[in-house]
């Protein structure tokens, strides 16, 4: 095994850019598919590093992350393998929005990651910055370094993060860096730019971290996790070389020092006051995001501290929760707190907070601003329109989240290595699964702020639970070879099994003299006594069993909705085609699409303004644009 | 699984036949249980009766059935011919809308006769020429129909549901938030607020009114002038005292009789004058308490004399504001021929009650101004009507579907999915909302970002 520099007509067939959280899940899933691949990353040490929250999941992502398990990426079993807690949100709620989240050890996190890249077949890890593209004739063949090294690829992802362009703030203080203390990538801003690509920027911000042995958690709530933990990778699925991974290899250090679904920690929680208030309400015009220094829109559900105190003036308290960074640090992370208001302002801010009194600030809260590149400029693939064989994934599409990144890693990642070995693309459509919205929503709509996954984004969410992911995924796993033939076969057995279970529970009568499923249906289960086999399954069938006994009649609804929107929705609108001067479109309409370039008629149907009368017009002219451009091959 | 659509092949109005085309899998369906004819050969008319569902006769219809291939649309097809009466049309329409079609978008058919290969490839042009055509007309239509009252109503209505669903979604996608707590019965009574508003909207609106209930017609004018006797020729019963006499008629009188398909609640009221005795002042007033529930008013006068001009000031006041046809009655004696000097002048008819004549095309006359108002003009206008009413309806059903089927055990993702669907029909009418619309209040609304 050599590195391969300056080998034009050895290729790699895949070179990802960043082993962040996408360009890992993108380089796993490349070499999976049997492609080669090279992975560059600015630094070794922050392979996979969470820049912010050390947590995977919450609402909307515990999904995501179960649904990239589904799909054979490596984000559910790394956040398992190394979880301090777990937590299952919305219990109280509906089973349909149920999510797992869970606190991750943060270097932990990042160590297992890296040894899963050192010991995936076909992946080749360096560390290099990358500054420049390899472009010829609109097709991307490579990338330059800076020491000046050049690799080939037949195809290349961009999974660069915040680092392109970027800056951090706190408060006058400025500095590069996608990261504070990180790098900034300089060249790569100005290669898109030369080749069409348009750039824009976003800004986001973190918390500042305390030392634990100043926080005084005496009479703070505490916050424990789940007693028993819903873990993010599906287990009754995996064999146990899948199950235990890079843990069966010896060189992993830390086999055995923590178990898989451990709690090991609590949180806690404190908030803020008056003073805090009155504080930052005097110092407000420091804040560069006050000043006017930062450009950048950043996302409205994760708005600095500064902002809710402003617009949100009525509320005269916010919730600050305190979580561990790991346990083998004393580093806290103060969540509720992000700011860039100067660091002394910080300190005395901290300072207003009950038990953090006397805390000390070991690292400061800071803003990072970067260019991201409109995601409407991609394909379905993740391709680019205007550069072929360029990728781009995570958060340089106008994200935010380390699950959305990794989702976009991996779809990125499997169409890249598809495209190198000359197979058909990839993809998931929106009633299929979260990622599905994800991919839709970033090439057809765009996005104005930092793209999160909200469960109310996916107008089929009931039939999106987490724990049906693998089912829902099962036959796209099996056609673009995903698993294992073992798990697959797994898979489909409990699939099975599933149905069977549903069926007998329909028909059966249980010692009450209704069916099961009515029973399921009008009383909570643990009231029911199932008959004893059914115990024997395992819990997740149980749960999905249930789960789709109590939802019955809305799933069949949901599921019908979806069908009926299905036939335009999938026909594709190729990306040669022009709207303009198509007659009877309205002007205003022709723009949008324009603007959009949605890949199907179904995503043009979202669009905002576009009206059915129009879709009507455009359906027409695409089915005598695909006539014409038919016939011209023949 | 496509939609079964249905439209007006013909323009809707005074027209001797329409014809309604049902293309889509429901036809089969619609052909064998509404006109029980079970299997019908493709491109055969058969002549037969048109039940609804809840099993009336509305109409003797004409079907003709097309295979999937074989129709205009290239979809297995139907093609209902029933009498010109938009009433019947109407009701034939809503009653396939019960059976699961729905009404097609402007331009749907001709899109689909495209798609279907019914149409080839040079003419998609005029295809979508005449598609955008049909959609400016409807929008247009449509946004006359909901000027005003209406629209404003919808679009508070729609942003009621909205901020509710904002309130629902902070608590289902920020769980560790910590929002106020969400209380259902809190929602419920909102939604149950939401329903009694477009209950009143239904019933408000004049449309409706005229189709579920009887039009009210009222007899008005000066006494003695034979009102009574116009009443009883219509009613074709002697239901009203006549008298030389002036003031005969002192309460009011009412009849229902139908006209064309119209039902007809016919009013005898006191004649009007600058009354001085008192019994009859309180007739007067009545009558003029009859003419503000009137829909059309027929105002009786005598042609045989010169008409006095002077007329009490509220009477004319009235007539001026609703629909008025002038009888001229007694013609057999004479014919001065009078009209109101006001603008514009009320359309006229000579007739006479007791010698019988003029009273046909005096009902004639009664059907066209009717059909007016029930608002039968062109296709569109009366598809728009229909389907709004439609709308409003099935947003009504699903927020009380909302209603008795959530409860405690109910997830709040079950609520907002019920809240969406209610939602989705008023966005058909009145422009559609987005899921980053209620972002948008979400995050204008609750302090979000643990
Ligand atoms: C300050 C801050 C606060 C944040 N706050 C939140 C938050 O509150 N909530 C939330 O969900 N998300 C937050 N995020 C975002 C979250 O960290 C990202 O969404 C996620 O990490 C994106 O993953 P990624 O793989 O796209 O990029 P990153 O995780 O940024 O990884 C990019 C990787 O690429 C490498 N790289 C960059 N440029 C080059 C180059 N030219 N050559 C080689 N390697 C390169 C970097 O070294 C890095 O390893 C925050 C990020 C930051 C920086
Ligand atoms: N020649 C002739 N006489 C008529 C006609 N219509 C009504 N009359 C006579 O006119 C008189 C008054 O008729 P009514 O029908 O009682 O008049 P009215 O308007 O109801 O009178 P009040 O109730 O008193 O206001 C009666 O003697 C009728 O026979 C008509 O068309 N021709
Ligand atoms: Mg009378």
Known sequence: MTLRVNTPKKPYDVIVCGAGHAGCEAAIAASKQGADVLLLTGNLDTIAQMSCNPAIGGQGKGQIVREIDALGGEMALNADFTAIQFKLLNTSKGKAVQAPRAQCDKKAYQLRMKHVLEQQPNLTLFQAMVDGLIVQNSCCNGVTTSMGLHFYGKTVVVTTGTFLQASTHIGQSKSEGGRLGDHSAKGLSSHFIKHGIELKRFKTGTPPRLLGNSINFNGLAEQSGDQDPTKFAFYDSRTDTEMFHVEQNRRWPTKGSHELGSNLVKCFLTSTTETTHQLINENLHLSPLYKGDIVGAGPRYCPSIEDKVVRFSNKDSHRIHLEPEGVNTDEWYINGLSTCLPFDVQQKVIKSIPGLENAMIIRPAYAVEYDYAPPTQLKKSLESLLVKSLFFAGQINGTSGYEEAAAQGLMAGINASRTALCLNSFSIYRDEGYIGVLIDDLTAKGVTEPYRMFTSRAEHRLLFNHGSAEHRFLKKADIYNLHSSLRRENIKNQLQTTETWIKIFETNKSDSGITYAHQIKSVPEVEINFPESFYQLPQSVQNEVIYRITYDGYLKREIAAAKRIKNAENLEIPSSFSYDSLPGLRTECTEKLNQVRPSTLGQASRISGVNPADISIVHIYLERFTKLQKNKGD | ?450
């Open chain 2, 1 to 450: 699984m496509i939609d079964t659509i249905i439209a007006l092949a013909t323009p809707a109005g005074e027209s001797a036949l329409a014809v309604i085309r049902v293309s889509g899998q429901l036809s089969n369906i619609i052909a064998k249980k509404a006109c029980n004819c079970t299997k019908p050969k493709p491109r055969n008319a058969y002549l037969v009766n048109y039940r609804s569902a809840d099993g009336e006769t509305l109409d003797q219809v004409v079907i003709t059935f097309f295979n999937k291939g074989n129709s205009y649309t290239g979809e297995v097809s139907l093609e209902i011919s029933c009498h010109g009466n938009p009433l019947i049309t109407e009701m034939i329409c809503k009653d396939l809308i019960n059976r699961g079609c729905r009404i097609a978008h402007p331009g749907e058919f001709t899109r689909q006769a495209f798609l279907n290969g019914k149409i080839d490839l040079p003419q998609a042009e005029s295809v979508a020429q005449i598609i955008a055509a049909k959609n400016e007309q409807a929008l247009t239509l449509a946004q006359r129909n909901l000027k005003g009252k209406l629209s404003d109503k919808l679009l508070s209505i729609q942003q009621d549901i909205l901020n509710l669903q904002a309130s629902i979604e902070a608590h289902i996608d920020f769980p560790e938030d910590d929002l106020h707590e969400n209380d259902q019965e809190r929602v419920h009574q909102k939604v149950r607020k939401i329903v009694q508003e477009l209950e009143a909207l239904l019933l408000q609106s004049t449309r409706t009114k005229l189709l579920t209930r009887n039009i009210r017609v009222v007899l008005t004018g000066l006494p003695n002038v034979g009102k009574s006797s116009l009443f009883n020729a219509l009613a074709g019963k002697n239901r009203a005292l006549i008298h030389s006499e002036s003031g005969t008629t002192r309460d009011y009188l009412e009849f229902d009789i139908k006209i064309g398909k119209f039902w007809i609640t016919l009013v005898d009221t006191a004649g009007v004058h600058n009354a001085s005795e008192e019994i009859e002042l309180a007739g007067i007033e009545m009558s003029l308490e009859q003419a503000n529930e009137a829909d059309l008013f027929l105002w009786v006068i005598d042609n045989s004399v010169p008409h006095p001009t002077e007329l009490p000031e509220k009477f004319t006041k009235l007539l001026q504001s609703k629909p008025t046809l002038l009888i001229r009655n007694k013609s057999d004696l004479g014919k001065n021929n009078w009209a109101p000097n006001y603008n514009p002048s009320p359309k006229a008819i000579n007739i006479s009650s007791t010698g019988k004549y003029g009273l046909r095309e005096l009902e004639t006359l009664l059907l066209e101004i009717i059909q007016k108002l029930t608002g039968e003009g062109s296709e569109n206008e009366y598809l728009v009507g229909v389907r709004h009413e439609v709308l409003i309806k099935n947003c009504l059903d699903k927020l009380n579907r909302f209603l008795t089927e959530s409860n405690n055990e109910v997830g709040d993702e079950i609520i907002s999915m019920h809240l969406t669907e209610a939602r989705k029909e008023l966005d058909i009418m009145i422009g559609r909302k987005t899921n980053e619309d209620m972002l948008d209040i979400l995050f204008g609304e609750f302090c979000i970002g643990k």
